[in-house]
């Protein structure tokens, strides 16, 4: 097996992977990544309270509000006093943020009290935050990229982490030695069997910290975007929240808005809320619908390109018609424990991203909050490296490998049925019991011995709040 040694091992190149590697200057970094990355999919921005009406105190409100007030209180004040610096840092990148007469153009979208949100491209923020990552980790001389590579399982023992077990796309084995090792690798949505997320984001991250003893937080917090798109695809394109702050609206088969008598807020009620009425029509075998021809003109097609090309790759006209849509896996609140400084409580493993739990979304995720936590935690994450003394590589091993097959179709159906939008005692039961009897004998591919232990620390911490 061929071996490498680095300084700074990041898993995963998303924002928050990309933002920590470039940000960890002074430290030799090694980004490895599959290539996948949810970031390129995020269509409506990065919050910022950079409106002459708005303020940090006002972000913060609306953070905790969206969160169920069971946010982290010092990372709230800390992304919310950092957004406009972070904003203000990505364009003097070179990210585009949309402007008009020369000052930044703002989206509303569900749960803020201020139009805050900082769009690129209409609706493609977060593909234009990435092209302007990249061109920067084209030029940094501390990264090196391993692309390809998949880290399959964390080498650890008692003194902390050491590196990974990794495999690259023809299933050679490498062993990655490192004197440290930040987890960026998404979320956990392809898990699901309607998701947003991308095939990659299976958790593993996650699943190889909680083997290794990380403590993790709020693991059954899961946030479930009302508005995919409702089509035979994997993952379903997402149609972004800000249609909704543009004046489209929820509607039911009969043409009733399905959110007026649900929460004072309407359409743009906290994401949980919305994605919890639409559900609740589904199962009663009701279809919902987004309509947004009441939007003047071709607005869909200018400001929300993204959202009306996945609409016209189905044959369906925005401007037309209305828009059938399911909620879908989103975004995981929950994650690998980690102070504001994004350590774990595993020596020399930290965590950034969606991977991590740094308490700033509570519950309930603030639209447009994630880069926002990957850009203002992922530099505070690569400062502290930059500060820390290098230490002795550790390559003990008390994990098993990861299987690298895609998720089965039982385990996504089991997470949509138990952990979905609408949680009960009964199912949570019928869960835990799969899971444990999948765990007793071996799993099939993709059910790895680390995935379905995650699995059952999810729906056994649901259990326990029901």
């Known amino acids: 097996m061929t071996t490498l040694d680095t300084d700074v091992l990041v898993l995963g190149a998303g ?25 390129e999919l995020a269509q409506g921005g990065i919050a910022a309270a950079v409106g002459a009406d708005d303020s940090p105190e006002l972000h913060a409100a609306d953070t905790r509000m969206a969160g169920r007030g069971r946010n982290d209180d010092a990372a709230v004040r800390l992304a919310c006093d950092g957004a406009p610096a972070a904003a203000h840092w990505l364009e003097s990148l070179g ?53 390809g590579m998949r880290a399959v399982a964390l080498l650890h023992g008692p003194r902390g982490a050491g590196g990974v077990l990794a495999r690259d796309a023809g299933g050679k084995a490498f062993t990655v030695r490192a004197r440290d090792v930040v987890v960026a690798t998404g979320g956990i949505g392809a898990l699901y069997q309607r998701t947003t997320n991308p095939a990659s984001a299976r958790g593993d991250g996650l699943a190889m910290a909680l083997t290794a003893g990380a403590r993790c937080a709020e693991l059954a917090s899961v946030q479930f ?55 609740q029509e589904q199962v009663a075998g009701k279809g919902v619908w987004l309509d947004a021809t009441s939007l003047h003109g071709t607005e869909v097609a200018q400001s929300f390109p993204t959202a009306y090309r996945a609409c016209r790759q189905y044959d369906i006209d925005p401007h037309r018609e209305p828009i059938k849509v399911t909620c879908a896996a989103h975004y995981h609140m929950g994650g690998i424990a980690v102070d504001l400084d994004g350590r774990t409580s595993v020596p020399r493993l930290w965590a950034v991203g969606e991977a991590a739990c740094t308490g700033l ?28 003394s290098s230490a002795p590589t550790v390559c003990d091993n008390d994990s098993r490998e990861l299987d690298e097959g895609e998720v089965p179709a039982e ?47 999810m729906l056994r911490t649901a259990r326990r709040a029901a």
Do not use: K
Request: proline residues 4%.
């Open 15 to 39: 924002a928050a992977g990309l933002v920590t590697a470039l940000s960890a200057r002074g430290r030799r970094v090694c980004l490895l990544y599959t290539g996948d990355a949810a970031s």
């Open 95 to 147: 990210v585009r943020f949309a402007r008009t007469d020369g000052v930044w153009s703002l989206h509303l979208e569900a749960a803020h009290s201020r139009a805050r949100v900082l769009h690129a491209g209409g609706d493609a923020t977060g593909a234009e935050i990435m092209r302007a990552l990249r061109e920067q980790l084209a030029r940094a001389s501390h990264i090196e990229v391993l692309p």
């Open 225 to 279: 975007h009302p508005t995919a798109l409702d089509v035979a695809a994997r993952p379903l394109p997402l149609l972004t929240e800000a249609l909704r702050g543009a004046g489209a609206h929820l509607l039911d088969e009969t043409g009733r808005r399905i959110m007026q008598a649900a929460h004072p807020l309407g359409d743009l009620a906290p994401r949980d809320v919305v994605a919890q009425v639409v559900h």
């Open 361 to 388: 979304h509570g519950a309930n995720r603030l639209a447009s909050n994630s880069l926002l936590e990957a850009v203002v935690f992922g530099q505070r994450l690569g400062q502290a490296l930059g500060r820390e």
């Open 411 to 457: 385990l996504r159906d089991l997470m949509w049925r138990c952990l979905g939008p609408m949680r009960r005692a009964a199912s949570l039961d019928e869960g835990i019991a799969t899971v444990q009897a999948l765990r007793s004998r071996s799993p099939a591919p993709g059910a790895s011995a680390e995935r379905l232990a995650l699995i059952d620390a």
